[in-house]
């Protein structure tokens, strides 16, 4: 006879599907889409790599998420009143697609918008970051050299990550470098998390990856390792640290979609 009660279940939580978390990234990217600025409209001088089965890319959006990074090692931080570089739309409009995206200033999810490459490319490492041709604007390196004249945190990183963005990798490294003695104690970690971010996106994949993993596990820091590993390949060991950064992560971030998708995307292939 049965008590009416419900009886305790065995069963474990079922993982949502690679496709599922493929579709919640779009519609996640739609949305931001609809909240953002429109797009820019490509003229004879500037023309998008790729279009995509998505919306296009809306600067403040992408904006909102390059900053995200530095609420993570300053909670108080107010990021409403940081204004964005110059020619910061068209940088977004011309960026190619990405697949192995760092979690790091200037870097925005939704550079991940060629969905079905990833679900099935055989070799995921075949979508790292390739070398290419920089982003040629004076303006914005004037732009960066200037903030960083100031030694003040985060802007000194943004301005570096700006230009990691833009592929002037040399001018944000030397950035970074040059103003190391100024990091305060308290931005030491995301300076570090960034220059391993420079190797990263300029194709020195090991000395990106043995950076991070002598950093502090912070959030971005975990994240970053299991990006790198699941893009080397090492998918068994993308999971721990992908689930840890995601379990930190707010749901209402385009981060946290970006890493489940991974996270998702290492236990399809383990």
């Known amino acids: 006879m049965s008590t009416g009660n419900p009886?305790?279940?065995?069963?474990?939580?079922?993982?949502p599907s690679l496709q599922t978390l493929f579709a919640k990234y779009v519609r996640q990217q739609a949305e931001a889409h609809a909240s953002g600025l429109a797009a820019l409209d490509p003229n004879g001088e500037v023309t998008p790599y790729d279009v995509g089965p998505v919306q296009p890319i809306?600067?403040?959006p992408a904006w909102t998420e390059a900053l995200a990074v530095a609420t993570l090692f300053d909670a108080g931080l107010k990021l409403n009143k940081v204004q964005a570089p110059p020619q910061w739309p068209q940088?977004?409009?011309?960026?190619?697609?990405a697949a192995a995206l760092a979690f790091s200033f200037g870097n925005f999810p939704q550079l991940v918008r060629n969905l079905h490459l990833l679900m099935e490319r055989p070799k995921l490492a075949d979508l790292r970051p390739r070398t290419s041709t920089a982003v040629a604007s004076g303006a914005l390196l004037e732009w960066a050299n200037q903030v960083a004249s100031k030694q003040q945190f985060p802007q000194l990183l943004l301005a570096a990550g700006t230009l990691r963005l833009a592929?002037?990798?040399?001018?944000?490294?030397?950035?970074?470098?040059?103003?190391e003695a100024a990091v305060p104690a308290g931005w030491r970690d995301a300076w570090a998390n960034e220059l391993a971010a420079i190797s990263w996106h300029r194709g020195r994949y090991d000395e990106a990856r043995a950076s991070w993993q002598n950093q502090t596990a912070t959030v971005p820091v975990?994240?970053?390792?299991?990006?790198?590993a699941l893009f080397c390949d090492e998918a068994d060991q993308a999971i721990a640290p992908l689930t840890a950064a995601v379990a930190k992560l707010s749901e209402n971030g385009?981060?946290?979609h970006l890493g489940q998708?991974?996270?998702t995307l290492a236990q399809t292939r383990r």
């Open 7 to 15: 009886q305790p279940s065995n069963e474990t939580p079922v993982q």
């Open 58 to 60: 809306d600067a403040r």
């Open 91 to 97: 940088l977004v409009l011309v960026h190619e697609p």
């Open 167 to 179: 592929k002037q990798f040399e001018p944000a490294s030397q950035i970074l470098k040059a103003n």
């Open 222 to 228: 975990l994240f970053n390792r299991g990006m790198a």
């Open 254 to 256: 385009a981060w946290y």
């Open 261 to 263: 998708l991974y996270l």
